[in-house]
């Protein structure tokens, strides 16, 4: 096995070369200068001390560097997992205690071994067990609910909660300390972020300024209000008139920490652990394959649970807390141009010199200004239009996806995405408990079989042939045997049932049962079970049974030949339209 393959950095690592390096190093300033205010932001969120979010987004970029496969994923701590994690170490420790940073480094430590042990077994297929549109309607949920947690610090009151009515009962009950100053910083900043994030780049080009550096200054367009809100705060005294900022920073460099291993403190982590690791995976993975499309390039998903993996396990040594690959700065660092994951490297440098020489800057920067940071952040993920594309479409996706917000908004996001993950079990096993088991007959002049109900085909009154359109298994085998006997009790002068196989990719043990079953009812009733177009592989697994050797009919290479043995023109006739 090539040791490449663990560490993708060998691949390439050769054949990086200047023009890379250029390319990557004007990435990395373009998305360090969007980090720093943002890793503060989340690390609040998260409900631990500003700098907490530049120490998790040092050493974690440096270790995906190295092990991950997206050339353009930008790895640290993101709106979605900072909730998770400010829900999951909230209910072991009090916020601002030092049992609640050492849950922090606990929860990174076990999400990391969690993912490295599935990239490790190849796992990374469980992702799938999510669907997509329960993703949607968790995160579009969770995007609500740190908007509304972010409130707090735009009113400058103390509120709390960790579900959307707790939050709104909590912040109406403290209106009255409602700080006017701060309110009118949030709004500002807020209103200041939408324009930059949807007006400037258009304003910039109508000023006559390149596509290139329109796109760079929409970019760094918030570090203005930063700048401007912490002027403010500091020229005007306004922290002495109740305005919170964030306060003293240290200026160092990621500590070294040890999570804490302790048996009941593993226990009571462990469960969110899975849960943040398995949400955190399927954006990162959804993000990295999107870009990686975009350049012909491919990922490798179980090394990239590797890479997170690893990502998450140095932030627990480096005074973090859980981290992923997040939308929004990745998609930063694709379009500034990043060449290989060295880009993220240089990110981890700028970082590194933030932390150390420009951390007194941000002494006087107001939370309110972080929170709408986070606010016009998550809002973008905020996605109702899903809910509507979905009715048309499924009423069976449209209700897990309904179910998983209301969940996720009245009961909090551990439960929202756990109930997303079982939903999203339970809708794939309803779906396959009833497969769908088509009647088809001859279309006339060829070879071909259809639907009786869709086509204009040929049937014969002897012979029903059945299409069955799923893999067979012990949650639809049942479903299947009642189908034929119903279907035959129907029909009288029926002598022979087909099955046609040509979608089965696999009959488990209890569908084989099934078959058995059914094939002694048909021989009780003096009608032959004959299959048609099965796969080799299930031959070979049918083979090992006695189902063929007792079968009472025979096994057909193709449907038309069936036909053709059992039907006999003389008995052919059309199907009722």
């Known amino acids: 096995m090539r040791i490449a393959q663990y560490f993708p950095i060998l691949d390439w690592g050769r054949?990086?070369?200047?023009?890379?390096?250029?390319?990557?190093?004007?990435?990395?300033?373009?998305?360090?200068?969007m980090l720093i205010p943002q890793s503060l932001a989340y690390a609040l969120l998260a409900g631990l001390p500003p700098e907490v979010g530049i120490y998790a987004s040092i050493a974690p970029i440096i270790l995906y560097a190295i092990f991950g496969t997206s050339r353009a994923l930008a790895v640290g701590p993101v709106a979605v997992v900072s909730l998770l994690t400010a829900s999951a170490i909230g209910q072991v420790a009090e916020q601002g205690t030092a049992g609640y940073a050492v849950a922090a480094l606990t929860l990174a430590f076990l999400s990391g071994g969690i993912l490295v042990l599935l990239g490790v077994l190849r796992l990374g297929f469980l992702a799938n067990f999510l669907s997509h549109p329960v993703i949607s309607g968790f995160i579009t949920a969770s995007g609500i609910l740190i908007a509304t947690s972010q409130l707090k610090h735009v009113l400058g009151i103390d509120a709390h909660g960790h579900t959307l009515p707790e939050m709104i009962v909590s912040v109406v009950g403290h209106l009255g300390q409602v700080n006017p100053i701060t309110v009118a910083i949030g709004v500002s900043a807020t209103a200041?972020?939408?324009?930059?994030?949807?007006?400037?780049?258009?304003?910039?080009?109508k000023l006559g300024a390149s596509p290139k550096l329109a796109d760079v200054a929409t970019k760094a367009g918030p570090v203005a209000a930063v700048v401007a809100t912490t002027l403010a705060v500091w020229l005007f005294s306004?922290?002495?008139?109740?305005?919170?900022?964030?306060?003293?920073?240290?200026?160092?460099?990621?500590?070294?920490?040890?999570?804490?291993?302790?048996?009941?403190?593993?226990?009571a982590l462990?469960?969110?652990?899975?849960?943040?690791?398995?949400?955190?995976?399927?954006?990162?993975?959804?993000?990295?394959?999107?870009?990686?499309?975009?350049?012909?390039?491919?990922?490798?998903?179980?090394?990239?649970?590797?890479?997170?993996?690893?990502?998450?396990?140095?932030?627990?040594f480096t005074g973090g807390y859980p981290v992923t690959g997040?939308?929004?700065?990745?998609?930063?660092n694709f379009d500034a141009g990043a060449e290989t994951p060295a880009a993220g490297a240089y990110t981890a440098l700028g970082l590194a010199i933030a932390a150390v020489a420009l951390t007194p800057l941000v002494y006087y920067l107001p939370n309110a200004t972080l929170a709408a940071t986070i606010i016009v952040a998550v809002l973008s993920l905020v996605d109702?239009?899903?809910?509507?594309?979905?009715?048309?479409?499924?009423?069976?996706?449209?209700?897990?996806?309904?179910?998983?917000?209301?969940?996720?908004?009245?009961?909090?996001?551990?439960v929202g995405v756990a109930s997303g993950v079982v939903i999203s079990v339970l809708l794939h096993l309803f779906k396959t408990s009833r497969p769908h088991v088509a009647e088809v007959g001859l279309v006339s002049g060829s070879q071909h079989f259809r639907n009786i109900h869709r086509h204009k085909v040929e049937t014969s009154s002897q012979v029903l042939t059945l299409r069955v359109d799923e893999s067979l298994y012990f949650i639809n085998a049942r479903f299947l045997e009642d189908m034929v006997q119903a279907r035959?009790?129907?029909?009288?002068?029926?002598?022979?049932?087909?099955?046609?196989?040509?979608?089965?990719?696999?009959?488990?043990?209890?569908?084989?049962?099934?078959?058995?079953?059914?094939?002694?009812?048909?021989?009780?009733?003096?009608?032959?079970?004959?299959l048609s177009e099965v796969k080799g592989p299930v031959m070979d697994r049918l083979k090992q049974s006695h189902l063929l050797e007792h079968l009472n009919g025979d096994v057909f290479l193709s449907q038309f030949d069936a036909w053709q043995a059992l039907a006999g023109r003389a008995l052919v006739e059309p199907a009722a339209q």
Do not use: C
């Open 326 to 332: 997040g939308f929004a700065r990745s998609v930063v």
């Open 15 to 33: 054949t990086y070369d200047r023009a890379a390096l250029s390319n990557d190093l004007i990435a990395a300033v373009i998305v360090t200068i």
């Open 384 to 414: 109702f239009k899903i809910l509507k594309k979905i009715w048309g479409y499924s009423k069976s996706d449209f209700t897990a996806v309904t179910a998983t917000i209301l969940l996720t908004l009245g009961l909090g996001v551990e």
């Open 192 to 205: 200041i972020l939408f324009w930059v994030r949807l007006g400037l780049k258009p304003f910039l080009r």
């Open 488 to 530: 035959v009790a129907e029909g009288g002068s029926i002598k022979h049932v087909i099955l046609m196989f040509s979608a089965v990719n696999e009959v488990d043990f209890s569908a084989l049962e099934s078959l058995e079953a059914i094939n002694e009812h048909l021989k009780d009733m003096n009608v032959g079970l004959h």
């Open 270 to 316: 462990f469960v969110p652990a899975i849960l943040i690791s398995v949400i955190g995976f399927v954006e990162s993975v959804s993000v990295a394959q999107t870009l990686a499309a975009k350049k012909r390039q491919r990922i490798d998903p179980d090394q990239e649970l590797i890479g997170l993996g690893a990502a998450n396990i140095g932030a627990a």
């Open 238 to 267: 306004l922290d002495s008139a109740g305005v919170r900022t964030v306060g003293e920073v240290p200026q160092s460099l990621p500590p070294l920490t040890m999570p804490g291993l302790s048996p009941e403190l593993v226990q």
